[in-house]
């Protein structure tokens, strides 16, 4: 069976015998499974894992039976790798031939290349071969660094309300948030001009409209956490107008 990427940043995997599923990690683009497998209930199987994974609405159903042979179990196998854990890949490919298994694409870091094999060695058994083909990619969080690149989210003095300009750094969020299969915390920080007090639940409410105005653009709430800071963190001295105005910010952290 044969897992095929047919959209970017999607993780596809190629099964032993003709068969094959593409996913796109992180967007509401379709997954589809295609190819060859030995019976109906080695079909339900997979596609209920698939459905698990990504929803029933993103998954197209292509997926053939056919009368071939197989190694023993091997549906429950290869269903078994298809897990949560496999979101931790893009542009990736996964390849079962037979009991010969191999992944890749790009992951964050080495701790996730490690884990994402090791997840898949798990799901099988000592006869299957796990070879490790995954490479290190930008990190989200470096990608969330990147396009905020210092700029700071500008709110209406003293309150909550966003500027155009702040608006429009978010909307350049927004897009890679949604490329990402992350969880985010947004953490609001302040000067420290007035009551530690306000400045906490200052920055907090800050926070929490940057998390309102990111639902309004299509991120899922769940997906995100809001902490304020007030003035405890700050990144310079609060000594001068400049450096106070570089401590009135929002960061964005990859949970």
Same mark, same amino acid.
């Given at each position: 069976?044969?897992?095929?990427?047919?959209?970017?940043?999607?993780?596809?995997?190629?099964?032993?015998?003709?068969?094959?599923?593409? %996913?796109?990690?992180?967007?509401? *683009?379709?997954?589809?499974?295609?190819?060859?497998?030995?019976?109906?209930? =080695? /079909?339900?199987?997979?596609?209920?894992?698939?459905?698990?994974?990504?929803?029933?609405?993103?998954?197209? +159903? *292509?997926?053939?039976?056919?009368?071939? &042979? =197989?190694?023993?179990?091997?549906?429950?196998?290869?269903?078994?790798?298809?897990?949560?854990?496999?979101?931790?890949?893009?542009?990736?490919?996964?390849?079962?031939?037979?009991?010969?298994?191999?992944?890749?694409?790009?992951?964050?870091?080495?701790?996730?290349?490690?884990?994402?094999?090791?997840?898949?060695?798990?799901?099988?058994?000592?006869?299957?071969?796990? =070879?490790?083909?995954?490479?290190?990619?930008?990190? +989200? %969080?470096?990608?969330?660094?990147?396009?905020?690149?210092?700029?700071?989210?500008?709110?209406?003095?003293?309150? &909550?309300?966003?500027?155009?300009?702040?608006?429009?750094?978010? +909307?350049?969020?927004?897009?890679?948030?949604?490329?990402?299969?992350?969880?985010?915390? $947004?953490?609001?920080? =302040?000067? !420290?001009?007035?009551? #530690?007090?306000?400045?906490?639940?200052?920055? @907090?409410?800050?926070?929490?409209?940057?998390?309102?105005?990111?639902?309004? /653009?299509?991120?899922?709430?769940?997906?995100?956490?809001?902490?304020?800071?007030?003035? !405890?963190?700050?990144?310079?001295?609060? !000594?001068?107008?400049?450096? @106070?105005?570089?401590?009135? #910010?929002?960061?964005? /952290? $990859?949970?």
């Amino acid at each position: 069976m044969r897992l095929q990427r047919f959209l970017p940043l999607a993780l596809a995997a190629l099964l032993p015998f003709p068969a094959a599923f593409a %996913q796109e990690a992180a967007t509401e *683009r379709p997954v589809v499974a295609e190819g060859v497998v030995a019976d109906q209930a =080695t /079909k339900a199987r997979i596609l209920e894992k698939l459905r698990g994974v990504y929803g029933n609405e993103r998954v197209v +159903d *292509r997926i053939q039976v056919q009368a071939i &042979a =197989t190694p023993p179990n091997w549906g429950e196998y290869v269903a078994g790798m298809i897990t949560p854990g496999l979101q931790r890949v893009s542009a990736g490919q996964l390849e079962i031939n037979g009991q010969s298994v191999r992944i890749g694409g790009q992951v964050a870091n080495e701790q996730q290349r490690q884990q994402v094999a090791s997840d898949l060695s798990l799901a099988s058994n000592t006869a299957y071969t796990v =070879t490790n083909g995954l490479k290190l990619g930008a990190s +989200d %969080q470096s990608v969330l660094d990147q396009t905020l690149a210092n700029r700071i989210i500008e709110f209406r003095s003293g309150s &909550a309300q966003l500027t155009p300009l702040g608006a429009g750094i978010l +909307d350049e969020m927004v897009s890679k948030m949604a490329q990402m299969q992350a969880r985010f915390l $947004i953490v609001g920080h =302040t000067d !420290d001009v007035g009551n #530690r007090e306000s400045n906490l639940e200052l920055s @907090r409410a800050r926070a929490l409209a940057v998390k309102n105005y990111m639902v309004s /653009k299509g991120i899922a709430a769940g997906r995100m956490d809001v902490l304020g800071k007030g003035p !405890d963190e700050p990144v310079v001295a609060n !000594d001068s107008p400049d450096g @106070r105005a570089r401590n009135r #910010r929002i960061e964005f /952290k $990859i949970q």
